[in-house]
């Protein structure tokens, strides 16, 4: 069953957020108290154990209504396995609340083209759950070390059931085992099991025969990615609603988390609130992706209100909401190419100097240093994901190139590239014949490179450095013989770029 459309009224800080056409994957960015939680909660209201009552309906209002139509392959099925009734044609959910003396009373309906049938909320129990939760009060204090089957099949608001869902999910003759496993090495390297424990059982990591490393002395990013991978590893069909998902999770890990979560929004429906630039530009770059802005207005008088605006498709508008998430690099959808080389040696000396004296139309071209060869992919990977988050379309194929020096490890860097992007031409990922971009430095500078490279360590780095500070000095006092120099001894380097120039703008 998948939501179709969403609209809330009189629900929290919203008075009407207008009808909301969704996608497989649904982020809502904003800031701080704008209403992005609100919008889950109120889609969380669907399944028992959501917490509501007369505060959460606007004030001034006495009632609240959340609307949502919905579609899917067999949806009378699927209905009837989650609210308990058969209702021929569901069209639509209807959810109401409406205060009294005592409360807060909610009534859902399932609507049809003929028929308005009152239906019990969705169990918080699988397999007849619609929603996992995972909202920024996931945290226990300490995980129930119970395992039973109740437990085993409880959708809590926390992670209080980590444990037994674990036990469940390690058994490697359990049917999603495998993908936990997969899932834990991808996202956590390690695989997490359940071991016997005082009062029941733990989650953890097995050292030697004996000694165990539970969770409970792991960081909470452990805790918190292992209780998506948990959800993440069940039945397609349900949705996820997902607070923060960057909260004390490693910028690393959290990219594997995204790719994850893109792989499976094709059979489940995610609704996401973040603050992070690195969710929005992966999970913005998914196929049916829709991002929203909530904003809320700060009237003179009366009750603040909370609007929820569709982000255009526009690379203006998806760049201005990457700059509110304090994303400072705006200008990248302007460069005709891009040019990732591994070392900043090379990336300083060929936009300075070999760029603006032999091929002058590439200083449109955007460069930039990777850090090291095992870097390389990681950035060719994150500006791939930009491009097509601003664009929303393959605007960048054909126009980035990635050139790793030639010792070893830059031959691995590039052969991972030429192998994940085996349609796009293999001369755009590629070595320099020399092992350092160091020796294409000019001849006078011939002893000093041999001094650097012999060096290893801090000292080589070190080395390195003040070389290339010296090059570039001398570049600048004396450029028309820098110039004649340069254009013999990185005469390779310089045929590349004219190469790359050609395929550019010819």
């Not at 950035?379 to 020096?405: K, M, P, S, T």
Request: proline fraction near 4%.
């Amino acid at each position: 069953m998948k939501i179709t459309s969403l609209r809330v009224r009189n629900w929290k800080c919203f008075k009407d957020t207008g009808t909301l056409d969704l996608g497989d994957i649904n982020v809502f960015v904003g800031r701080n108290n704008a209403g992005k939680s609100a919008v889950l909660k109120a889609l969380h209201c669907l399944q028992e154990g959501a917490e509501y009552g007369p505060q959460d309906v606007r004030i001034g209002a006495d009632e609240a209504e959340i609307n949502l139509s919905i579609g899917g392959e067999d949806l009378t099925r699927a209905v009837q396995r989650r609210f308990g009734r058969q209702v021929d044609d569901p069209m639509a959910l209807r959810l109401r609340m409406s205060k009294n003396e005592s409360g807060c009373d909610c009534a859902l309906a399932v609507l049809s083209s003929r028929t308005e049938t009152e239906v019990s909320r969705a169990p918080a129990r699988e397999p007849d759950n619609l929603m996992y939760t995972y909202l920024a009060k996931r945290k226990v204090v300490e995980f129930d070390r119970v395992v039973d089957i109740e437990r085993t099949r409880a959708v809590a608001t926390s992670l209080k059931h980590l444990v037994a869902k674990v036990n469940r999910l390690a058994n490697v003759d359990y049917a999603r085992s495998a993908e936990y496993a997969d899932l834990c090495a991808r996202l956590l390297g390690f695989r997490v099991s359940a071991f016997p424990a005082a009062g029941g059982h733990q989650a953890g990591i097995s050292v030697g025969r004996f000694d165990t490393i539970s969770i409970e002395s792991m960081g909470d990013g452990v805790s918190s990615l292992l209780g998506l991978i948990a959800d993440l590893c069940m039945e397609d069909g349900n949705v996820y609603l997902i607070e923060e998902p960057e909260n004390d999770v490693h910028p690393q890990a959290l990219k594997a988390l995204l790719e994850v979560i893109v792989q499976r929004s094709s059979g489940n429906q995610f609704f996401i609130t973040t603050h992070s630039n690195i969710v929005l530009r992966h999970l913005g770059a998914a196929p049916d992706t829709k991002i929203f802005a909530v904003e809320a207005d700060e009237p003179a008088e009366g009750v603040p209100v909370s609007a929820v605006r569709p982000l255009e498709s526009t690379p203006q508008a998806r760049i201005e909401i990457l700059r509110d998430l304090g994303y400072e690099l705006i200008d990248f959808d302007l460069y005709d190419g891009w040019l990732i080389l591994e070392e900043s040696s090379a990336e300083s000396i060929i936009r300075s100097y070999l760029v603006p004296w032999f091929v002058p139309r590439l200083t449109r071209v955007r460069t930039v240093s990777a850090g090291g060869t095992s870097k390389v992919k990681a950035l060719f990977e994150d500006c791939r994901r930009l491009f097509l988050y601003v664009h929303l379309n393959q605007v960048y194929r054909g126009r980035a190139w990635v050139i790793a020096d030639g010792e070893p490890s830059g031959q691995n860097a590039i052969r991972q590239l030429q192998a994940t992007y085996s349609d796009w031409p293999t001369e755009h990922f590629r070595v320099w014949s020399q092992p350092e971009f160091e020796r294409y430095y000019p001849a006078r500078f011939g002893g000093e490179t041999d001094a650097a490279l012999a060096l290893s360590g801090d000292a080589r780095r070190s080395a390195k450095k003040a070389l290339l500070l010296k090059v570039l000095d001398w570049c600048e006092q004396e450029p028309t013989q820098a110039r004649q120099e340069f254009e013999v001894s990185a005469k390779e380097v310089v045929d590349v770029l004219r190469e790359i120039d050609a395929r550019l703008f010819s």
